[in-house]
């Protein structure tokens, strides 16, 4: 009996342990996700943890931290589900590192095809978000204008040089981390239309990996991470609020916002005295390999999209018919170690 009992625990340690490993590889496509201009709330949908993943976060409240100081570990574990909150983050960062690192070289060595990606990228994501706008009115309409408009102004002007200060970087760790809680808003899109994209991406995550240049990289991401934990902590709260209240409002605005910051991706520009000067490209291989780019950007995030349906269209399904849990045929042990049906 004891070592059937040592092997059930042995079953469960395995299960978890697997569960984890799931867990941090979900993470690591949605830190891939974060450094291109797509939501990796989207992903985390796909994926199936979006709700679990905001659940965790919003759980992150002082009166559950209390626990921990009255020594009640596993009422803490309970009620705040940090160990999945723990691991996903964990996988969120490796990913975050490691697609970092590539996008460094693709960016140098492929940069028209790199940023017409992005393109194809932001233009399917802002379809998503304007088909999640359930009302098209006026009002939604001017938001989506006053967005754009705005948008564009900022994204036309000319900013070859980064923002390297404390404060700055903290915001944008903060806006950057929008994308992991409103699902077809990318935090990357929006870092690009601030300027400090490829400051954070191909410099400061794969400066952390070297020794040499591992103080230059913790000085431009620990004010980063900063803002981002504040905003997924705190800030989720006020968008969740945003979402629920004025959610149609709040679309509108986001959509015209990703709309009007096009130019910052544009590849034929060269940074002028006050604006970018745009150029148009010659018709070449070049020009026809950035549209088959485009395209397929475009088409990651249609896939992406179609896959948050079905997935959400699954968990609705097994709401609504959940399976009858099947009852577990008891056993005894004779005196001799068989089983033997209970009578």
Request: glycine share 8%; with cysteine; proline share 3%.
């Amino acid at each position: 009996m004891l070592y059937l009992c040592s092997f059930e625990q042995k079953g469960e340690n395995m299960l978890a342990i697997w569960e984890s490993i799931k867990v941090f590889l979900k993470g690591m496509i949605m830190g891939a996700a974060n450094v291109f201009p797509i939501s990796s709330g989207t992903v985390s949908l796909v994926l199936g943890v979006f709700e679990r993943f905001i659940n965790a976060i919003n759980s992150l409240r002082v009166k559950n931290f209390k626990l921990l100081f009255k020594g009640e570990f596993t009422e803490f574990g309970r009620r705040t589900d940090f160990r999945f909150f723990i691991v996903i983050v964990l996988g969120l960062l490796a990913g975050m590192v490691l697609t970092s690192i590539f996008l460094k070289q693709t960016l140098v060595s492929y940069k028209v095809y790199t940023w017409s990606f992005f393109i194809g990228l932001i233009i399917a994501s802002v379809i998503y978000v304007m088909k999640n706008i359930d009302k098209v009115s006026a009002k939604n309409i001017l938001l989506v204008v006053a967005g754009m408009v705005l948008s564009f102004f900022l994204s036309i002007k000319s900013n070859p040089y980064p923002n390297e200060s404390f404060f700055y970087l903290f915001l944008c760790g903060i806006i950057g981390a929008t994308g992991m809680v409103v699902p077809g808003v990318s935090g990357s899109h929006l870092m690009l239309l601030m300027g400090n994209y490829e400051l954070i991406v191909t410099k400061g995550i794969p400066w952390m990996t070297k020794a040499s240049t591992f103080m230059d990289g913790a000085r431009i991401l620990l004010p980063f991470v900063l803002g981002a934990l504040v905003s997924i902590i705190m800030f989720s709260h006020l968008l969740a609020w945003l979402m629920r209240e004025y959610r149609d409002s709040t679309l509108s605005v986001l959509a015209g916002f990703m709309l009007g910051s096009l130019p910052v991706v544009y590849p034929w520009k060269v940074p002028g005295e006050s604006t970018y000067l745009f150029s148009l490209p010659s018709w070449n291989t070049e020009l026809l390999l950035a549209v088959v780019m485009a395209g397929l950007g475009f088409a990651a995030v249609f896939i992406l999209e179609l896959m948050a349906r079905h997935t959400k269209k699954k968990q609705q399904e097994r709401l609504l018919n959940p399976k009858p849990k099947r009852q577990k045929k008891h056993r005894k042990h004779s005196k001799h170690g068989r089983k033997t049906k209970k009578n």
